[in-house]
């Protein structure tokens, strides 16, 4: 295990370079005085290219990829290794501030230059990706650069178009990028261990606290609503008020119930009325309707969901009780995105080491974590910024804050990538091997004879006794891990391990080719009338059309024939996976 730490002398000179370049990227804008630089522009371009630069610098192989975002490698003590990635964005909202994004881009650069300058290569290679566009300023659609590698980027993004009318996959093209080839951004789930982002809080809880650093627990869900109540307009002069139907005195004792049962529900749950639009909005007229909207946000969604309906429920009683109506509609939905508890730990860990203790807080802002939570292990550290204020050119952080952070990441980052994925699971505590390896198939004593086997010397040793436990599979085997296996060419639904490689390995599946799926879910019905379990087949390395014919292939099987083909496809898919997790 490597115990080379960075001490204060190293994380001071870093977090002079950090603010140095900070300031230099700021300069790289479209509007002279201002910091504006969105998707796909000049500016952003040049930003890459800057950035690819300094990466070079540190040992690092570069590349731009098919969405635009610029990535670099320093490679591991062997070559090919599972990395570890970092970043941020480096796209801005309009008159943004220097630190949003960059300064968790800047911070990963010194982490690696912290190894380039010993000369250290660890188990784990370190990757580093400046995400083309979080902030969704130019199209209006977010997180562009992070659905890039995790490969779930619409096909249908491709038409959205700016305010010149110049559409996104013109935007691909004018910087020299094919929009036919965004898909082959993505990643595979093998390649990376983790993904880990700094960020600048953009809220005011650290400086409450006195502290520079804070560790992210989760990304909130959120729900946006247009809500409205109805009543009635009249004469403000000749209308009593025993019988007003007053729409906005109905609104403002819910906008007052609103404030209050979100302060009672929980410290981290906020909701907020935002806008509000009185008609017909005169001095003289009682008012008639009130159009306002509700933003809820929490990093648990149950919460989330409960106080969300009892806001509701008791809108309808107070328009009820002053009889006029009320009525809501749902415009924004995104469920919360939980960071992952054992990185969680790793970075309470260095921040403690760094600052004396350790604050968890969520994040009420979204972050390119949202997407690539969804394929790998993530985690959050939130550095202090003056009085919480972001998106503005008054965003600004304190160069001892960013010392404390460097040290913290590379500390973090260090004691992650130095570990052999081999030797993290023969030392892991039982439940945390098992969680390991459980997402690989749906047959638990499977998992749970390869742990108790522990230790293995090596990994293709651990791969033969993995391949053996799988000869004695049989029926029971089989529709135990078919009961959590999708339909060929339908999305896994979950957040789940199993579900995010599910979901990578049937990327393969054009859910652009209709007839194509159309004629798998024909396919799919034949079959589980004929067999009674679902079709399973290893979908990786196969296109749509190979797995339809391979479907209408097996269909003619007899019932025997039919369970010796699915538990070697089994088979085949568990190995794999298991293959993934210890991918080195």
């Known amino acids: 295990m490597v115990k080379l730490a960075m001490n204060a002398a190293q994380a001071s000179l870093a977090a002079k370079r950090v603010m140095q370049r900070a300031d230099e990227l700021a300069q790289i804008s479209e509007t002279p005085g201002q910091l504006t630089r969105v998707y796909?522009?000049?500016e952003h371009l040049r930003a890459n290219h800057l950035v690819a630069s300094w990466m070079e610098q540190v040992g690092m192989t570069t590349w731009q990829d098919a969405v635009g975002n610029i990535c670099g490698r320093y490679e591991g003590a062997r070559e090919g290794a599972q990395a570890i990635l970092l970043g941020s964005h480096l796209d801005t909202v309009r008159n943004a501030g220097r630190y949003d994004g960059m300064l968790g881009v800047l911070s990963a650069l010194e982490v690696v230059?912290?190894?380039?300058?010993?000369?250290?290569?660890l188990e784990q290679a370190?990757?580093?990706?400046?995400?083309?566009?979080?902030?969704?300023t130019r199209f209006g659609i977010t997180l562009l650069g992070s659905r890039g590698i995790t490969g779930t980027w619409p096909d249908n993004w491709l038409a959205c178009e700016d305010a010149a009318g110049i559409s996104v996959a013109q935007a691909l093209v004018n910087a020299g990028i094919d929009p036919s080839r965004i898909h082959s951004a993505a990643r595979r789930p093998e390649e990376f261990s983790a993904y880990l982002e700094l960020h600048i809080e953009q809220g005011p809880v650290l400086e409450r606290e006195n502290l520079a650093l804070g560790v992210v627990t989760?990304?909130?869900?959120?729900?946006?609503?247009?809500?409205?109540?109805?009543?009635?307009?009249?004469?403000a002069g000749t209308v009593p008020m025993v019988i007003r139907k007053d729409a906005l005195a109905a609104a403002v004792a819910w906008m007052t119930f609103v404030e209050s049962a979100a302060r009672a529900y929980a410290p981290d749950i906020v909701a907020t009325i935002g806008s509000l639009q009185c008609l017909p909005g005169a001095a003289n007229v009682i008012p008639g309707e009130v159009q306002l909207t509700l933003d809820i946000r929490s990093p648990r969604d149950s919460d989330l969901e409960a106080l969300l309906e009892n806001l509701l429920n008791e809108a309808d009683k107070i328009a009820a009780s002053r009889e006029v109506a009320f009525s809501a509609e749902t415009y924004y939905s995104i469920p919360a995105t939980p960071c992952d508890v054992h990185l969680q730990q790793q970075l309470s860990s260095a921040i403690t080491t760094v600052q004396g203790r350790s604050l968890s807080l969520p994040?009420?802002?979204?972050?390119?974590?949202?997407?690539?939570?969804?394929c790998w292990p993530s985690g959050m550290l939130f550095v202090r910024c003056d009085r919480g204020i972001s998106h503005h050119p008054a965003e600004s952080v304190m160069e001892a804050d960013v010392m404390q952070a460097v040290q913290a990441y590379t500390q973090t980052v260090i004691a992650l990538a130095a570990k052999n994925a081999l030797a993290e699971f023969n030392e892991a505590p039982e439940h945390e091997a098992l969680s390991l390896i459980t997402p690989c198939?749906?047959?638990?004593?499977?998992?749970?004879?390869?742990?108790?086997?522990?230790?293995?010397?090596?990994?293709?040793?651990?791969q033969h006794y993995a391949a053996q436990l799988t000869d004695d599979w049989g029926t029971t085997e089989l529709n135990q891990a078919l009961s959590a296996h999708p339909r060929i060419g339908e999305k896994a639904q979950g957040n789940s391990k199993e579900t995010a490689l599910s979901k990578n390995e049937q990327s393969a599946v054009d859910g652009q080719k209709s007839a194509l799926i159309v004629a798998l879910a024909q396919g799919n019905a034949e079959y589980e009338a004929r067999f009674g379990r679902v079709f399973l087949i290893r979908a990786k390395g196969r296109c749509g059309e190979e797995i339809l014919g391979e479907l209408y292939r097996r269909l003619k099987n007899s019932a025997v024939e039919e369970e010796v083909e699915?538990?070697?496809?089994?088979?085949?898919?568990?190995?794999?996976?298991?293959e993934g997790v210890f991918a080195q």
């Open 126 to 136: 370190i990757e580093i990706v400046g995400f083309a566009d979080e902030e969704g």
């Open 441 to 462: 198939v749906a047959i638990p004593a499977w998992a749970e004879h390869l742990v108790a086997a522990r230790p293995f010397s090596a990994i293709d040793v651990l």
């Open 218 to 235: 989760a990304i909130n869900g959120a729900r946006r609503l247009k809500c409205r109540f109805t009543g009635e307009a009249g004469h």
């Open 40 to 42: 796909l522009s000049t």
């Open 566 to 578: 699915a538990l070697e496809q089994l088979r085949q898919i568990t190995l794999l996976r298991l």
């Open 363 to 374: 994040s009420g802002a979204g972050h390119d974590a949202i997407a690539v939570a969804e």
């Open 113 to 121: 230059a912290f190894l380039y300058q010993h000369d250290l290569q």
